[in-house]
């Protein structure tokens, strides 16, 4: 018999993804994608044959998830439902329950399924917070020195916690965390992807954080990986950061989309945070202003060279095909280098520099100096 994969979080765009992806895998019997909602849109059909996908609508918060696992004989478990927001609810405790106690319940449930192989889980790099005092690159074995206090990356830090301790009580389960840097490309839907649509980009004065980003191409190949069993010469089970290669600052990022910024102070800008999540216009967390004040950046050697993955893009490539499809900004790349050009045109040739002896001075200036001290009249000796 093949494997079974339940995937939960199919209702959103990485979900659904990877869920097209792994059905083409020939070793897969079955699929069952499980929800608070359907997806938006109709799960897509891969081309070829394909392993029957089966949905089921239910809240993870209740313990109806272990007689889906029973029913359907699941073997892998992909838990991609922990997000910073919700699907229906933006209220931060309904989605901390959903987050948290949601991972309880469906860990609950594998510890009782006897038939669970393999576990993999979706964290965010987030767990490291983002401070001042961070060290330059962060590895799976740093301890952050200031923990993130809420939001989605204590949710991501407690389900973390969860997870370990299931890995204890069931050590013949592999046992997988994926800790994704941002996560972008032409149709993915994250808060920070919000905040890049923005006509204007509010920055805080004074900071230009280093981001590093992932393509959600990488990030489903990723997935797939680590829910298959090993590749030879490689170990998938562990905890493995996620981002493509290099880092860009807040400023690049600002100009490749074309995006004007408004430099604040921090005050400003985390009242002007509050005031958009309040009206709904973006969600911009405490958590995500410190990154955008701070910034972060891990270190993947582990993805590469025992998880056995080297993403097909890089940090700047991925963000490229994230800002091609968002269309140009205000400012256009291009346009701005054409009115660069057109001035330097107006201002004319630059002049050469003169050459000055050590002493300062250009021989144009000493020849002078030499002129006026032979034309100058001598007084005559008494």
């Known amino acids: 018999m093949g494997v079974v994969v339940l995937v939960t979080g199919v209702a959103r765009h990485l979900g659904a993804r990877f869920v097209a992806e792994v059905r083409r895998r020939p070793d897969v019997d079955l699929v069952v994608g499980v929800d608070v909602q359907p997806p938006r849109r109709p799960v897509e059909e891969p081309d070829g044959p394909a392993a029957p996908y089966r949905f089921h609508q239910l809240d993870l918060r209740r313990?109806?998830?272990?007689?889906?696992?029973?029913?359907?004989?699941?073997?892998?478990?992909?838990?991609?439902?922990?997000?910073?927001?919700?699907?229906?609810?933006?209220?931060?405790?309904?989605?901390?329950?959903?987050?948290?106690?949601?991972?309880?319940?469906?860990?609950?449930a594998c510890q009782k399924a006897p038939g669970v192989r393999r576990l993999v889980v979706k964290s965010t790099t987030g767990v490291y917070g983002s401070a001042p005092r961070d060290p330059a690159v962060f590895t799976e074995r740093i301890q952050p020195k200031n923990p993130p206090g809420g939001g989605f990356a204590k949710d991501a830090a407690e389900v973390e916690g969860y997870?370990?301790?299931?890995?204890?009580?069931?050590?013949?389960?592999?046992?997988?965390?994926?800790?994704?840097?941002?996560?972008?490309?032409?149709?993915?839907?994250?808060?920070?992807?919000?905040?890049?649509?923005l006509p204007v980009l509010p920055t805080v004065l004074g900071y230009d954080p280093r981001l590093q980003f992932v393509h959600e191409d990488d990030a489903v190949a990723v997935l797939c990986r680590a829910a298959a069993e090993p590749e030879p010469g490689t170990v998938n089970t562990g905890t493995f950061n996620v981002a493509g290669e290099g880092v860009l600052l807040l400023s690049q990022c600002a100009r490749r989309l074309g995006r004007p910024t408004l430099?604040?102070?921090?005050?400003?800008?985390?009242?002007?945070?509050?005031?958009?999540?309040?009206?709904?216009?973006?969600?911009?967390?405490?958590e995500q202003?410190?990154?955008?004040?701070?910034?972060?950046?891990?270190?993947?050697?582990?993805?590469?060279?025992?998880?056995?993955?080297?993403?097909?893009?890089?940090?700047?490539e991925a963000f490229a095909d994230f800002a091609a499809a968002r269309g140009p900004g205000?400012?256009?790349?291009?346009?701005?280098?054409?009115?660069?050009?057109?001035?330097?045109?107006?201002?004319?040739?630059?002049?050469?520099?003169?050459?000055?002896?050590?002493?300062?001075?250009?021989?144009?200036?000493?020849?002078?100096?030499?002129?006026?001290?032979?034309?100058?009249?001598?007084?005559?000796?008494?």
């Not at 604040?264 to 405490?286: C, E, F, K, N």
């Open 63 to 108: 313990p109806a998830v272990a007689r889906v696992i029973a029913e359907h004989g699941v073997d892998t478990v992909v838990h991609l439902s922990v997000s910073a927001t919700g699907l229906g609810s933006t209220n931060r405790s309904a989605v901390k329950e959903s987050n948290v106690i949601g991972t309880m319940q469906l860990l609950g």
């Open 163 to 197: 997870v370990r301790g299931f890995a204890r009580r069931r050590p013949d389960v592999a046992v997988t965390v994926l800790r994704f840097a941002n996560i972008v490309g032409p149709a993915a839907d994250t808060p920070l992807g919000e905040y890049f649509a």
């Open 263 to 286: 430099p604040l102070l921090l005050p400003a800008v985390s009242w002007m945070a509050v005031l958009a999540r309040q009206t709904r216009l973006v969600d911009v967390s405490p």
């Open 289 to 316: 202003l410190r990154l955008l004040t701070h910034g972060r950046v891990v270190d993947t050697t582990r993805l590469r060279e025992t998880f056995g993955y080297r993403p097909a893009f890089t940090t700047p």
């Open 330 to 382: 205000l400012l256009p790349p291009e346009r701005l280098a054409a009115a660069a050009d057109r001035l330097t045109g107006l201002l004319g040739p630059e002049p050469a520099p003169a050459d000055r002896s050590s002493t300062g001075r250009s021989r144009t200036d000493r020849s002078r100096t030499d002129r006026d001290r032979t034309d100058r009249p001598t007084r005559p000796r008494s």
